[in-house]
């Protein structure tokens, strides 16, 4: 261990040979400095991280647990992407105030609305703690080595905030041959304080979507409340807004290609080492599978938001969510066939074993690992495509399941905990369900669900599939669930709620509905879990040997752990790309491209009156450069999902822009990046403060901020 530390320790020296690629724990900047202030960074690593002092890292904030967000004024101004606050900016839409169509914006501080639920935490520290969580582990494996690791992970998380009102994680990187320590932070009165309409904080709809050029103004605007003590609490009206440690300066100044660029976030998942036979297995079975549900139910949904205002409001945020990995899933499949994955992975590969004959150590320790591996996929593959389908089918598909585990999680609840648990989670149920059924029309839910099961019966082995699908016809049983199950009516759900006792079991057993969710559990359970757990167990552990492997025998190349949802550092510039032959993106556009596209008449490029009255009047204010409005612009940074809401941070340390997507071609960077076409795509801010000083006509936030020109 001592060994491997020591070479993770010198390699880190010769790392981001280009630095495009790879995602940096904040705490290694240190070895990245002098590269990143070659590209023209103004900064030092202690600038953006430091455990002691304020610093960026203190403007970096995890929205909801699954986007980024960041500080940009001293009363706790947040600005992340309106996709990120969708959830949030719908809930307060009605019809006699849908400020999701025309936009919103809080002229005092009473005006912001709360958000029961959201959270937003800082990062305090980080901290490698590899050797403490290994500590008394060697020569251990199996159980025992797990609940070593486990204790001592429950040891170190309880002392490193004793004391404290933070909470602690410690996370395994690379597979678990290091651990971190992660010290946040938790905020729980987040409100909205303002969003541009949908017309333009979802410019292009599913059309623009993953694609360049992009003319998406992607933001939305909170506020983090604290106590009198400028801590977190619980939602209050005595609150006031949060002072932070550090806040990004806004930079109006002129942007050119070439410019140094900085994104910090919290990207979510890549998976960098997958092996060959399990990347050939997502591209050519899997994602196919994926997108072919998705396209179902987005077919029934899209259909149903053009009837009516109505239906718009109850789904627009469920079709932006099932819509943004769909298209994703096809550029991604798009991406690796051109840029020859599956060939380049093999390749690589067949390197790696003949460097491991090189040494008897390595042939030892890693000269069988890549044909385990290919093995290992190749025998659960179709395990692995049932439990994909299952969560698409359960989870992503018809609500009705929704309902179904509610009333799963509460039977748990009466078996194994008090009585007073039980009847108070009843109650929430009860009181919750309308929020449910207020956004749910049976008739959509029906249609989506003919269209997945009938799919689901075609893709799934016959020997995975419920009786209720085998048996049935899909319409007779779709019928049967939504005229009399309890799931698909809110009067009949609350009903059985209400009453549940002694004979609810029983009635469940013949609910068609709730029977078909219980016969795909117990397959999943019976059929298929056993199989999942040896599979990822076995590739997790393989997984670590050849990651291991990677850094021990080319110490001289790049490498960086994948993205967990912790805190990252990307730098590149701001650049456009070439994806192909014949076709060269530029790195920016400007709201001449906006009325292009809005002049084709297609639905997805529609606008409000005020936004074609501005451009006509070329009222762009202090935010124009060389006399065009920036919308927004690409870069050579490193990201996934997760840095959506990302600072576009520049060479000084000032806020340029938001990230909020890459191009088309660059999803393909979850499994492998290639640094002459992935590009980031970030909406300017300067286009964010003109959208809410002169077309919001809210200048009073504006004032709030450090602009620098």
């Not at 806040?247 to 900085?262: G, N, V």
């Not at 997958?274 to 396209?295: C, G, H, V, W, Y």
């Not at 990252?568 to 491209?593: A, F, N, Q």
């Not at 959506?644 to 979850?670: C, K």
Request: with cysteine.
């Amino acid at each position: 261990m001592k060994k491997f530390t020591l070479i993770i320790a010198l390699l880190f020296s010769t790392l981001f040979a280009r630095s495009e690629e790879g995602m940096i724990i904040p705490t290694l900047l240190g070895a990245f400095e002098s590269e990143m202030q070659a590209m023209g960074m103004k900064l030092s690593a202690s600038d953006i991280y430091d455990v002691n002092n304020a610093s960026i890292k203190d403007a970096i904030i995890h929205f909801g647990g699954g986007c980024t967000a960041e500080l940009v004024s001293d009363r706790g101004l947040l600005l992340t992407n309106h996709h990120c606050g969708f959830s949030q900016i719908y809930s307060h839409s009605t019809l006699e105030n849908n400020i999701a169509k025309y936009g919103f914006w809080a002229k005092n501080l009473s005006e912001e609305l709360t958000n029961p639920g959201l959270t937003a935490a800082r990062m305090v520290r980080i901290e490698d703690v590899t050797k403490q969580v290994l500590e008394g582990t060697e020569n251990m494996e199996g159980d025992e080595l797990l609940l070593t690791i486990q204790t001592n992970i429950a040891k170190i998380k309880a002392a490193s905030i004793n004391g404290t009102h933070f909470e602690a994680d410690i996370k395994p990187f690379d597979f678990g041959n290091s651990y971190y320590l992660l010290v946040k932070e938790t905020f729980n009165d987040v409100r909205l304080v303002g969003t541009p309409p949908t017309t333009v904080g979802k410019f292009g709809g599913d059309t623009d979507n993953w694609v360049w050029p992009r003319h998406t103004g992607d933001f939305s605007m909170f506020r983090i409340y604290a106590n009198d003590e400028n801590k977190p609490a619980e939602i209050n009206e005595n609150n006031k807004p949060y002072t932070p440690i550090h806040y990004l300066p806004i930079s109006l100044k002129p942007r050119q290609k070439d410019d140094f660029t900085m994104v910090f976030g919290f990207p979510g998942r890549t998976d960098q080492h997958t092996i060959s036979t399990e990347l050939d297995f997502i591209i050519n079975e899997m994602r196919p599978a994926q997108i072919k549900m998705r396209d179902l139910s987005l077919s029934v949904i899209n259909a149903a938001m053009k009837t009516s205002e109505e239906t718009t409001l109850k789904y627009a945020s469920k079709q932006a969510r099932i819509a943004n990995a769909w298209k994703k899933w096809i550029g991604q499949i798009d991406g690796l066939k051109r840029g020859s994955a599956i060939e380049k992975k093999l390749d690589y590969e067949k390197g790696y074993t003949n460097e491991a004959k090189s040494k008897e150590k390595w042939q030892v320790e890693y000269g069988t690992v890549v044909k385990e591996l290919r093995e290992l996929s190749t025998k659960y593959n179709n395990s692995d495509f049932a439990y994909n389908m299952y969560i698409e089918y359960i989870y992503v598909g018809p609500e009705l399941f929704k309902r179904a585990r509610t009333i799963s999680d509460l039977i748990k609840l009466k078996e194994n905990e008090s009585e007073e648990a039980f009847s108070d989670q009843q109650k929430k149920i009860v009181e919750g369900a309308p929020n449910f059924y207020d956004s749910y029309e049976v008739s959509i839910d029906k249609e989506i669900f003919k269209l997945q099961s009938d799919y689901y019966k075609k893709a799934i082995s016959e020997e995975l599939l419920p009786s209720s699908l085998k048996s049935e016809e899909i319409n007779d049983l779709a019928d049967d669930i939504f005229d009399n199950s309890i799931l698909t009516d809110l009067d009949r759900f609350n009903s059985f709620i209400e009453k549940f006792g002694k004979s609810s079991l029983k009635k469940l057993s013949k609910d068609p509905g709730y029977k078909l969710y219980q016969e795909i559990q117990k397959i999943f359970e019976e059929k298929l879990l056993t199989d999942l757990r040896a599979y990822y167990s076995t590739k997790n552990e393989l997984m670590k040997t050849y990651v291991k492997g990677k850094y021990e025998m080319y110490p001289e190349e790049k490498h960086w752990a994948d993205a967990n949802s912790t805190i990252r550092v990307t730098y590149g510039k701001l650049e456009g790309s070439t994806p192909r032959d014949g076709m060269k993106y530029t790195p920016h556009t400007t709201l001449d491209g906006v009325i292009e596209k809005y002049n084709t008449g297609e639905d997805d490029f529609d606008l409000l009156p005020r936004m074609l009255e501005l451009y006509e009047e070329k009222n762009y204010g202090q935010y124009a450069q060389d006399g065009e409005l920036w919308v927004c612009f690409t870069g050579s940074n490193h990201t996934t999902g997760g840095n959506s809401g990302s600072p576009v941070i520049d060479a000084e340390g000032n806020l340029m822009g938001i990230n909020f997507d890459r191009s088309w071609e660059s999803t393909m960077s979850d499994y492998m990046f290639d640094a002459s076409r992935c590009r980031n795509i970030s909406v300017d801010i300067r286009y964010v403060l003109w959208l809410i000083d002169i077309y919001g006509e809210a200048p009073h936030i504006v004032e709030e901020m450090k602009l620098v020109k």
